[in-house]
């Protein structure tokens, strides 16, 4: 586990999920809601606070049926134009790719090495361009409003939920759930014979450097034993009866992936992301989670390792030679890496819809077993979901049930939990890693801005068209105003 591999791929995972944030005024705004006493601010303003505050204000606000419906209507509008508009994009970028094509065979003969370049590169942004507009509108706006959506939905539906939360603490049934059995942690069996996926996963790991997929490693001691401390106080006070591998990987993606057997892998990316240890607990936690419930040995009862890898292999020499348009080829020219997740078999990963849900679970069990704030890990979730870049944050959302029963089910989950009132949010280790990864990852663009579109590109030295700028807290719709960016015509 201690080589370093070259490529810069990312890898990603189960699941997390998402993204993006609001465009432009009115597209996805209701009428103006009566402002009342109790709630200074109109429904679609709601919809920006976290899911930990919504959890709050829920029971207290009065917005009508009608006033939900509304706005549920605005928001799928709003949805609709703005993927329509950047599938109009994509449309328009292919047309002028296959012109420019068209121009560039017709001429080639006559063209000086300046213009041919010239078209090369022309050819090569708008590519890039297509592939953009490619990921917002199939994977970046969808997400972004699937999240309104389930902002919408708590405030619709957490109210009755809440209530009856309070009848099972109250009569004692909520012991009975699955998994209830919180004080015996340790002591349960939620899947037998861990052990026997150990192979498989060390496997996994050794195909994933022999095919060149895997990250290099983070080289700081401080930082990778930090990181494993961590999750080694978690899997103390979780159901694992394993050993735990964890290696932090340099890679920009926000990500961590569990294969199978207990190698856990944790991208940097995430480590910039998270902003205290209880969330980067919280998502350690729903890895361990998955390997304790042996979820991909459910999900893949037959298929063979090097089966499951040599479709990763192939799909990734297809991203890697620009076979691919869209998202593999978008990641790797812009970030000089492609979503390893993106071509990793979900099932190897443990991923469904309800392991997932699952895995929130006993996740916020083992870290608040562990001492952790388990709601870290819903403020970490929410924050990729509305804030941090959709781009990087993609990979998450690849599959994930719907936020609302994600989030509704951890925060019951929690609230079946006996608070902790000395519960760890914030530690100095944790502070003091964040200091030691600055450099780390100051060096690591630095040397990535040599070597950008080393995997793909064809053409070099040309100038990239602008990325579409997001910026945090921003709305979706802004986004979706934005001004199309079109090319210079390509020199004759
Ligand atoms: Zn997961």
Redesign the pocket.
Known sequence: MKNLYRKSVAIL????LALLPTLSEGLAYAQQSPVRSAQSLTLREYLNKSYMELFELAPKLEFSASEIESQRNALKNGKDICVGRFKTHSKQYESQIDAARKDLKKNTAALTEEQRKQAHCNIQNLDLLKSEADVLSGQAIPTAYDNLNAKLDVIQLWPAQYKQIQQELASGTYHTRRWGDVKDIGFREIEPKQEDDIKRGAQAVEELKRLGLMPPEVEDKVIQDYVRSVGERIAKKSDLKIPLHITVLQSREINAFALPGGYLFIERGLLEATDDESELAGVIA??I??VTARHANKLMKRATIASIFYQAAQIAAIVLTGGVAGIGMYYALQYGFFGLGLVLNLKL???SRD??LE??QLGVQYAWNAGYDPSGFIRFFDKMATKKGYVNGVSWFRTHPPFYQRMVQTQREITFLEAKPDAIVQSSAFEQMKKDLAPVVAKAEKEEVGKPSLLLTKEEGCTPPQKLEYKSEQPVEELCSVPIQTLPAQGK
Do not use: R
């Not at 995972?13 to 997390?16: H, K, Q």
């Open positions: 995972l189960c699941s997390v729903h890895e989670s998955h990963l443990g991923v392991y997932e895995s929130d």
